[in-house]
Nanobody
């Protein structure tokens, strides 16, 4: 079992930045692919970014490419999402997730473990 706890959400104005953290416990995340997803009210949960456990480039949704950066610190068992140039449409509940295997990283239904989410609100 892997327990995931997100933090770092908050309210910012458009153009601002936030850094989300996802702290894992129970097992080391070094052998898990890690992803970030988000869900706005009344909408489906959407893929944001993912990083493989093995060597490889991270994946990003087109809507966040160039603005968001996913990173991981296996020694701290933590994954981060640096969000810059935030827009009102980035407002959502952000979830961290973990899965075995470096494939299907954009598909939320393929992830094995989920955190409770952290709210990000961007005002115009």
């Amino acid at each position: 079992q892997v327990q995931l706890v997100e933090s770092g959400g908050g309210s910012v104005q458009a153009g601002g930045s936030l850094r989300l953290s996802c702290a894992a416990s129970g097992r080391t995340i070094s052998t898990y692919a890690m992803g970030w997803f988000r869900q706005a009210p009344g909408k489906e949960r959407d893929f944001v970014a993912a990083t493989m456990w093995s060597v490889g480039s991270p994946y990003y949704a087109d809507s966040v490419k160039g603005r968001f950066t996913i990173s991981r610190d296996n020694a701290k068992n933590t994954v981060y999402l640096q969000m810059n140039s935030l827009k009102p449409e980035d407002t959502a509940l952000y979830y961290c997730a973990a899965k075995l295997g470096d494939y299907n990283l954009r598909l939320s239904e393929k992830y094995d473990y989920w955190g409770q989410g952290t709210q990000v609100t961007v005002s115009s």
